[in-house]
């Protein structure tokens, strides 16, 4: 479906205004799906969809998911954390999961943003290079 200039321009307006101190405020954004909801102005659909869009690429953005071969120590994922945080803000969900087939090393992705320095990916890419 395509989306008007306008639509866009809305829902880009409206999701700064949920936003408090940089982070996404969940009541206010609640709130302005519910006005818009209610007084359904023109193209209310094409802005509730690209609001919902730009909503979820957000959490995305917010949202890091560290996987290591082992588990992790408490400082340890502190500090990861830490050094995320300076990298892309506060505010920022980090989960830690356990993936034995890694080997070893720590596969971070943040959003679209992939850092793997896994021993698994290491031997598939020597194993491609022959």
Partial sequence: MKISK???????QMFRLCLVNGVLDEARASQTV????????RGYVEILS???RLVKLDAAKRTAK???AVEASPSQMAGIKSDLEKRYGAGL???????PSLLGGLRIQVGSDLYDGSVK??????????
């Fill in 66 to 68: 560290v996987e290591g």
């Fill in 34 to 41: 519910a006005l818009l909801s209610q007084k359904k102005p």
């Fill in 50 to 52: 690209r609001l919902h």
């Fill in 93 to 99: 969900n980090v989960s830690y999961a356990v993936n």
């Fill in 6 to 12: 306008q639509a866009q321009r809305d829902a880009r």
């Fill in 121 to 130: 990916t290491r031997l598939d890419k020597l194993a491609q290079s022959f």
